[in-house]
């Protein structure tokens, strides 16, 4: 079966950094991506790697490692605005893109 | 541009009612999507229009007809719904069907009486 974990909920400080995590397991990899979604808001693309390594875009990052089934997003000097849900999403070998829970992330001042 | 519209914001209807969500792109992406989206869970996806053409429909209920009149044109048309049907209803393009990064539209909260 095809399965994405992430953690439910993850608190940080306003300023801080934190790093959420996202394992998978699914037929064939063609790339994965994360999103930001705010409360009744829809997804936001944040960055997408297909390659090992770390893609860098100003306060966020993401990192892959594909013979572990393994990415992070870090987030860096956090800000009250980025409390949000964060949804792994991977493209299996159908292409086909398939959803993490989604950590929710709780920032506190 | 990469904006995803879609209309309207906001819709309650009655069981017996028919009623239509509306989505439009204009980045010339050739794929566009429906998702169906619950409080606390992932969008799940409900079909998959490429070149204007029904590519995947994920065993949706016939009460929701999907209709893309054309490439920036995507439709949901919606009869004798649940109240179970209630959710977020999210549109989304990408440049092909595929690895391509979706990008999503501000989606149509719908609720059923």
């Avoid at chain 1, 994405?4 to 994965?32: H, K, R, W």
């Avoid at chain 2, 229009?49 to 048309?77: A, Q, T, W």
Wanted: aromatic share 10%; with cysteine.
């Amino acid at each position: 079966g095809q399965n994405i974990d992430q953690p439910t909920e993850m608190t940080a400080t306003e300023g801080a950094i934190v790093q959420i995590n996202c394992t998978y397991q699914t037929s064939g990899f063609n790339g994965l991506f994360w999103y930001q979604q705010h409360a009744g808001e829809a997804p936001t693309f944040l960055s997408y790697n297909v390659l090992d390594g770390l893609e860098e875009k100003g306060r966020f990052s993401s990192f892959l490692s594909r013979s572990k089934g393994y990415s992070y997003l870090l987030l860096k000097e956090l800000q009250m605005k980025d409390s949000a849900s964060y949804l792994c999403a991977v493209t299996d070998s159908n292409y086909q893109l398939i959803w993490g829970a989604g950590t929710k992330l709780i920032i506190k001042p | 541009d990469t904006e995803v519209t879609q209309t309207p914001k906001h819709l309650v209807m009655g069981m017996t009612n028919k009623k239509s969500l509306k989505c439009e792109q204009h980045m010339g992406h050739r794929a566009m999507y429906w998702y169906k989206q619950k409080a606390k869970k992932p969008p799940e996806l409900m079909f998959v229009y490429s070149y204007e053409k029904l590519s995947i429909n994920e065993s949706v209920p016939s009460r929701f007809s999907p209709e893309c009149p054309n490439s920036s044109l995507l439709n949901l048309h919606l009869h004798a719904l649940q109240p179970e049907d209630s959710a977020l209803y999210l549109c989304a393009s990408s440049p092909a069907a595929g690895a391509d990064t979706q990008y999503f539209g501000p989606g149509t909260r719908l609720t059923v009486l």
